[in-house]
């Protein structure tokens, strides 16, 4: 996709109000894809408290798209597995290695690192956080919305917008002045946390729930790799008011720890906090020309490490949207999938988060007994060691019910793979549409580098034609001209031939074909002759089928991209067809 600027309005396209994580996400997503934008922040600069620490594999794609994920990766600390222990026995174990993903691990990096990184890549993008700058009032507009805005002790004035982001945390003053409810309530526990050093047995890069005699849980996940931890720590009760609460100190935290099957030893105690937490949600993430994101838009148990990373999902899924709509490739209407992809995940993750807390928090004997001695043995299966990881890492979240996607393959069509007349095993499931694409490290020649599927469709569709023909098959340019057709028909899409062939052959200096000589891409993707595939920019499937006048029905409709050019690209695909 063409990354030069859109002619500038004398109003940005997009405010967004809030410059934490999901705030910065947002900007440099639609900063790289040339969209108007101004970012404002009430506080004087970034955040130095921890916060958040955990940064899943998922959300490392997303880094990836923002241009920080190696340099993440380079000042984090991988954590390999997390486990919930009772009595010295595992119950359930999370191997991250096991994760399909190009970052096979739970990534510690605390939020103002991450934020520092945003915040560098952001500039270097030529935006700057306009710090110190107040909301104080919104309304909606028939064309956008207008926000009043006031910078220190300056005068107030009204700034217009296409679009206005609400990443203005949990209390939002964007959700506050447009009235919204925000229901939930407070849970029945209050949360302890601290960062401490540790001795233990426990390996350095393993994170884990421990459970025990002990009333409440602590889990503890490693910092850096060198014996520095965060703990955390539920206890049963709610939060008692001042003057009985326990003191944050070495001996309370140690205490706290003692009785869980595992001897340790804390040392070096700091950033200790103790806090009632909430869950609670709005009913609407789009209000007009008005988006909600990230805690402005939901709060919950901090167990699992969800929120900041379902924050920052929002903005990836809102960003190219936004940008598409903007620079004209597709109708304003597809700003309502938005609401309708991203509202159930969201629920998702708050069931979620009550279901761990109840399996880890039960005090019923038989219960107790049932977690301890039955779920080792489920969760040990070699099946469910394979899917436990994704639980955690935000890859299993899905949108396979949204009318925003469709599959028009049946389910004899979708698990069938056919090579030669011979019938091999299938690796894994079948991917389904509104699922993430499989992200395959495609085949390369000897002394060449390998690439992964997913730099094919960064900031754009891709459309893989599975063509099951080695790659000089007349089928094969039958294919090609559909690819070519879809191309020259709309804008910010690519199409490419799957085919067994041992190089890519190029029109107007781009690759036509996919090389697939040891059919891995087409066993992935349980993939046989004239499967279509069309992938979203933000790596989810949008279509899987076999018919071009439904990919190109569903292009104009479901997807709601704009043609570039009066000819028809439904005209263009029966021409190739006959």
Known sequence: MEKQPLPHAEHPQVLIVGAGPVGLTLAILLQQYGV?????????????????????????????????????VAQGFAIKAFSIQANQRRIINYNFSLLEAAWP?????????????????????GVNVEWNTTLNDIRQEADGASALLQQGDGEEQWVSCRWLCACDGARSTVRKKLNLSFDGSAYDSYFMLADADIEWDQRRDEGAFFLGA??????????????????FFEMPHALPPEGERPQLDLATFQSLCDGRGQQMTLSNLSSTTLAAFQHRQVTQL??????????????????????????????????????????????????DSYHEERYPVAQEAEKTAHRLTKLITTRKRPLVWLRNNLLPLISGRSKVQRKLPSLISGHHYHYCGSRWVLNELKKGERNSWRK??????????????????PDVMLWAAPGTQAQPLSELF??????????????????????????????AGYQGIAARCVADALSADAHDGEPRLIADPDWRLHRRYHADAGCLVLI??????????????????????????????????????DDVAA
């Open 36 to 72: 108007p934008l101004r970012i404002i922040e009430k506080n004087a600069g970034p955040s130095t408290s921890t916060k958040a620490m955990a940064i899943h594999s998922r959300t490392l794609e997303v880094f990836r798209e923002l241009g920080i994920a190696d340099r993440a």
């Open 105 to 125: 691990m739970l990534l510690s990096l605390p939020q103002p690192d991450a934020e520092k990184l945003m915040l560098q890549r952001l500039e270097a993008l």
């Open 214 to 231: 002990a009333e409440g849980y602590v889990a503890i996940a490693p910092i850096d790799g060198k014996g520095r931890y965060r703990l």
């Open 286 to 335: 789009r209000h007009g020309a008005i988006f909600l994101l990230g805690d402005a838009a939901h709060i919950g148990s901090p167990i699992g490490g969800q929120w900041m990373n379902l924050g920052l999902s929002e903005a990836y899924n809102l960003g190219w949207k936004l940008a598409w709509v903007a620079r004209g490739y597709a109708g304003p209407q597809l700003l």
């Open 420 to 437: 030669k007349a011979a019938q091999r095993a299938l690796p894994v499931a079948a991917p389904r549409a509104g699922q993430l694409a």
């Open 458 to 487: 960064r900031q754009r569709y891709l459309l893989l034609i599975f063509t099951a023909a080695e790659g000089d098959s007349a089928l094969v340019a039958g294919w090609q001209a559909m690819a070519q057709a879809l191309v």
């Open 536 to 573: 979203r920019p933000d790596g989810y499937i949008a279509f899987l089928g076999k018919d071009a006048d439904a990919l190109s029905d569903f292009l104009q409709t479901t997807a709601a991209l704009r043609q570039q050019h009066d000819a028809a690209v439904t005209d263009l695909l």
